[in-house]
């Protein structure tokens, strides 16, 4: 399992990883979401004539 579950993971996932970090789950999502964002936006400038 992944820190930052896949964004159609079930909120058990994101449950357990809260408690593991000691924050809510809501927390976890929006943690991913950032997250995930900031990757598409790296990958995008690395890349762009593919």
């Not at 964004?7 to 991913?32: F, H, N, T, W």
Request: with cysteine.
């Amino acid at each position: 399992m992944s820190v930052f579950p896949a964004a159609d993971a079930c909120p058990a996932d994101l449950c357990m990883v809260g408690k593991l970090l000691q924050i809510s789950r809501s927390y976890v999502s929006r943690l991913e979401t950032h997250a995930l964002e900031q990757l598409r936006k790296g990958w995008l400038q690395e890349s762009p004539g593919e």
